[in-house]
């Protein structure tokens, strides 16, 4: 992320050390988030943001047994950061009417993105809406569930690779952070 970007990411922030998150991590997370969800709540329909809370809530509306619909709001356009706040591509759906819904997403920072998506949800009348992500990085405001708090850079497996020039290389973003804490692609 160039420095220009960084000044219109709400989200960057000094990170404090490394998760290279694996599939099984993830796995392992998301079966400890659905569970807490469970004992504290009965949603009848689960909403992930994309991109990276599709994934997350495709694995909670299969674990909890509910239908899942996907949204779009984002301040990126082909991973880069474009606008400061997020621009709508799909929103919610209107068979969210009179429904308990649980909005998921795979981080939270800012509580921004999930406070914008949940004034959307509710709009389309909803009974009720409460949020989850897999991660959290510190903050005041935090969803109703995460999985793992922490202030260290996650390096998320569906994120860690990408396509470039043909070949396969670290996500320039994770890089350009992994440079920033001065750790060698190999030690990954």
């Not at 990411?9 to 569970?35: I, P, Q, V, Y």
């Amino acid at each position: 992320m160039s420095s220009s970007d960084k000044n219109l990411d709400s989200h960057h922030h000094k990170h404090e050390g490394l998760h290279n998150m694996t599939w099984d991590d993830f796995g392992s997370l998301c079966h400890k988030l659905a569970m807490i969800i469970w004992q504290d709540y009965q949603p009848e329909i689960v909403v992930g943001i994309a991109k990276g809370g599709v994934l997350v809530g495709a694995c909670l509306s299969s674990a909890l047994r509910l239908d899942f619909f996907p949204i779009k709001l984002s301040t990126r356009h082909n991973e880069k950061i474009v606008r400061d706040e997020p621009k709508w591509f799909v929103t919610p759906t209107d068979d969210l009417a009179g429904k308990r819904v649980l909005l998921v997403d795979d981080i939270c920072v800012t509580m921004k993105t999930l406070d914008l998506a949940k004034e959307a949800i509710m709009a389309k009348k909803a009974t009720e809406v409460r949020t989850a992500t897999l991660m959290i990085h510190g903050g005041h405001q935090r969803p109703d569930w995460f999985a793992l708090d922490t202030n260290a850079l996650i390096l998320v497996p569906w994120d860690l690779k990408v396509i470039l020039d043909g070949e396969w290389v670290i996500n320039p973003e994770f890089q350009e952070e992994l440079d920033s804490l001065g750790i060698n692609v190999k030690e990954i």
